[in-house]
């Protein structure tokens, strides 16, 4: 007997709406559970920054940059740090509610020194070579450091003090404003150098990057945000690609240059590498964040189409399990840490690893069907930290390649001689990441290495060799 087509659509359609709904009531019952904070997460919470004396401290010095101008800014940087962040004290695993909006400082902000002038006559060292470029703005370059005088001389000053230790303060986006003129009066300081070296002052060129180099090799060393550290390894790249200009230029100074260039140069030690203590550190705003997520107050760029469409509705509270994301988190930002700490000889190994351990955060699969929310959420930024750390190597073997580029220049080696010489030097001339020698490409005359993180992917890797 045929079968009515119809009955057989409305069969298939209860089957299908039938199995939707018994797998929905599956991920309702396994989402009601939410284990307990794990001993791992309570015993990370509990990092505590080292703390220095403020006096010395560049932190809180630099904190202050931007201070009215007849504020110093070493005791503006220690108002702001009297007023600690009260959170700090608060239990990191309760849910708190961030307020709305961030109070005001107690300066006037309209009192703040701000940085003056147009930032395109400062050089951006990795889309374009500084040396013609500040040479071909001379005036303008003058012009914007002299603009800038108090923010670079404030800068220098807290250059001088011996120590690094980042402070929880109240007002978090003063510190982000103050990083951001950190990083424009580099930019300016650094086209300077480029001019000066170019106009006779080649031995004061050199010598602000090897003393720039040494401060930021003090953030490194130091207890630097992640934010902090990232600013320092960038920093010290800025400096040693000019200093990759200053020895490819044909009229180098060599006996201007030679020793400054080779204390910036110097290999970073294990301290200055390992990001460990900043991820053990960002864990404890990350937790704060995921105890209270989802809170409207809080955004996480990128911003996914979960948080955008389901953040304040029921269905987003009950896929988002509190307590597990909480756990997870401790156990990636403690592999992230131990990541870190790892040797460059055994990065690429350990880095695959933690990867494969964590591959469910990149895919979804059959485990998103519990806590979806929360694996999205602590996906996110997963790579991205992974990288922070290959740049951090990437960096190193920058430092390392510059300095073979200034070994050569030294010793005036011909173009046909270089294999023979880079075979010589052995392992200072072999990237640390991956035990390879540095390539040789005789046609454009440059050293090069491949790199893992996608910063130097897109900055570049090669150092031009001159033999005269």
């Not at 044909?250 to 260039?261: G, H, I, K, V």
């Not at 509705?313 to 009950?318: R, S």
């Not at 190193?396 to 010489?421: E, G």
Request: proline share 6%; charged share 25%; with cysteine.
């Amino acid at each position: 007997m045929a079968r009515n087509p119809a009955r057989v659509t409305w069969l298939a359609a209860a089957i299908l709406a039938a199995a939707a709904v018994s797998a929905l009531s599956l991920a309702v019952l396994v989402n009601l559970r939410d284990p307990e904070i794990s001993g791992e997460a309570r015993a990370m919470a509990r990092y505590e920054l080292p703390a220095i004396a403020a006096e010395g401290n560049a932190y809180v010095a630099l904190l202050g940059l931007g201070a009215p101008p007849r504020v110093d800014p070493l005791v503006e940087g220690m108002r702001l740090a009297a007023e600690r962040d009260s959170t700090r004290f608060a239990d990191p695993f309760a849910r708190q509610r961030v307020p709305q909006p961030e109070r005001e400082t107690d300066s006037d902000p309209d009192d703040h020194l701000a940085f003056a002038g147009d930032l395109d006559a400062a050089c951006d060292i990795f889309n374009e070579p500084c040396l013609p470029f500040a040479l071909a703005r001379d005036r303008a370059v003058r012009d914007l450091y002299a603009r800038n005088f108090l923010l670079i001389d404030r800068y220098q000053e807290a250059r001088r003090l011996p120590g690094f230790a980042a402070v929880a303060i109240a007002d978090k986006r003063r510190a982000d404003v103050e990083r951001g003129n950190l990083g424009r009066v580099h930019a300016v300081l650094l086209t300077v150098a480029a001019l000066d070296a170019q106009q006779g002052h080649a031995a004061e060129a050199c010598s602000f990057l090897q003393d720039d180099g040494a401060f930021w090799r003090r953030v490194l060393s130091g207890a630097a945000t992640l934010g902090d550290k990232l600013s320092a390894f960038r920093a010290l790249a800025e400096n040693s690609r000019l200093a990759s200009e200053l020895v490819a230029s044909p009229a180098f100074d060599a006996a201007a240059c030679a020793t400054s260039l080779r204390s910036l140069l110097a290999p970073l030690t294990d301290a200055q590498l390992s990001l460990a203590d900043a991820f053990r550190m960002a864990f404890v705003p990350t937790v704060r964040m995921l105890a209270s997520w989802p809170d409207p107050a809080i955004s996480v760029e990128p911003e996914s189409w979960a948080d955008r469409h389901l953040k304040e509705t029921p269905i987003y509270d009950l896929f988002y399990r509190r307590n597990a994301s909480i756990n997870r988190s401790a156990e990636i930002y403690a592999g992230l840490a131990a990541l870190a700490a790892q040797p460059a000889a055994r990065f690429i190994a350990s880095r695959d690893a933690f990867l494969a351990k964590n591959s469910d955060l990149a895919s979804v699969g059959p485990g998103w069907i519990y806590n979806p929310l929360g694996k999205l959420l602590l996906g996110r930024h997963l790579p991205l930290h992974v990288d922070y750390i290959a740049h951090a190597h990437g960096v190193a073997a920058y430092l390392k390649l510059v300095r073979m580029q200034l070994d050569l220049k030294r010793a005036r080696v011909s173009p046909v001689d270089v294999p023979q010489f880079l075979e010589r030097a052995g392992a200072d001339a072999t990237n640390p990441i991956d035990g390879r020698r540095f390539r040789w490409d005789r046609e454009h005359r440059s050293l090069s290495f491949d790199p893992l993180d996608r910063r130097w992917r897109r900055w570049g890797t090669s150092a031009t060799i001159v033999d005269r």
